[in-house]
């Protein structure tokens, strides 16, 4: 049985896909299985995985008759996993060539339960690359609520390692089609997880290519309020609300934030998606606060009724975002 078990979700990627594969064949660690998950590919992207297979017997193609996005594929790889450990690799991207040797040597020596690297940004139009680290955040071990709310910590599932036993246990999937990694990591949170992050780049991430689907500004913005309330629904479902309520308003404001500057939708469109948001945000919630949260909470209703002066305010934090990282990078 290999030690490691590395995920591919794969969709129409035939342009990237050797790349990305080249670099998990030719791993420094070899001891690992190899889950490319076809997602109804209508490109060469099968005939591609195919080849591949023929030179790696530790290739296993599962094909998916039905596309059913990124969550389904990484579920498909969690559940048909044989190894200890599991980590993942988007079909678009590449890693580095001790990727897997430098996740499996960490969790091995720190027993957690996910280690993370960091990762670099690959722009596809400028050929630039820009490393991506964690602001405000040490190797020692984050298993509290403060993790979620870190505005530099990368919730993408790639560029890390889990326990596998850890993820059945606990019943962790991923549940969303759009912001699916960032209701896992927070699952992940509530689960008490013990998770340590390093600032060392293992992992290329491919931004700006034609086919990405954060390319359409409406759905930033859709997205975020659709992940807030299936956070807040599982808070709910698992009686957390009360002992999260200071994050995940924390974290709704800060994502909705980040949510505007990105979106460019039209100011009424934006209004009444704001307007959605706080009808699901706040139900229920004034048993939980004191007078310091009651505050809060008004404060951010009013940003939330006022969407210019919101838009305003998620520019300054991006810029205070920015600022920071120049010390980072």
């Known amino acids: 049985m290999a030690k490691v078990s590395i995920t591919i979700p794969v969709y129409n990627t035939e342009q990237y896909l050797r790349q990305c594969l080249d670099s998990v064949i030719n791993q420094t660690f070899q001891d690992i299985e190899i889950i490319v998950v076809n997602d ?3 490109d060469n992207s099968v005939s591609i995985i195919k080849e591949y297979q023929q030179k790696d017997n530790r290739i296993v193609l599962i094909n998916v008759s039905n596309n059913g996005g990124l969550s389904k594929s990484r579920n498909i790889g969690i559940k048909e996993a044989k190894s200890k450990y599991i980590a993942f690799v988007d079909s678009d991207d590449w890693i580095r060539k001790d990727y897997v040797e430098f996740l499996f040597n960490n969790i091995e020596k720190l027993e957690c339960d996910v280690f993370a690297g960091c990762y670099s940004l690959y722009n596809d139009k400028t050929s630039q690359y820009k490393i ?3 602001s405000f955040l040490t190797t020692k071990s984050k298993n509290n609520k403060s993790l979620i709310v870190i505005p530099s910590i990368n919730c993408s599932p790639w560029c890390k390692i889990y326990n596998r036993e850890f993820l059945l246990k606990n019943n962790l999937f991923f549940k969303l089609k759009g912001r699916e990694d960032c209701l896992f990591l927070y699952e992940l949170v509530m689960h008490k997880v013990k998770i340590i ?4 780049p293992i992992y290329f991430y491919r931004v700006n290519r034609k086919q990405s689907i954060t390319s359409f500004s409406y759905f930033i913005l859709h997205d975020a309020i659709f992940l807030l309330k299936a956070i807040r629904k599982s808070l709910d479902n698992k009686n957390l609300f009360g002992e999260y ?6 974290y709704s404001f800060i994502f909705i934030s980040f949510a505007l500057i990105y979106s460019n939708i039209a100011k009424k469109r934006t209004q009444k998606m704001l307007m959605v948001a706080k009808k699901f945000l706040f139900y229920n919630s004034s048993k939980y606060t004191n007078l310091f949260d009651k505050f809060a909470v008004f404060i951010f209703k009013f940003f939330l009724n006022h969407a210019s002066i919101y838009i305003t305010v998620a520019k300054i934090l991006k ?11």
């Open 245 to 250: 309520f200071r994050v995940f308003y924390t």
């Open 197 to 200: 992050y390093i600032n060392e």
């Open 132 to 134: 991506r680290q964690y």
């Open 40 to 42: 109804a590919s209508t």
């Open 319 to 329: 810029k205070i975002k920015q600022t920071f990282e120049k010390y980072v990078v």
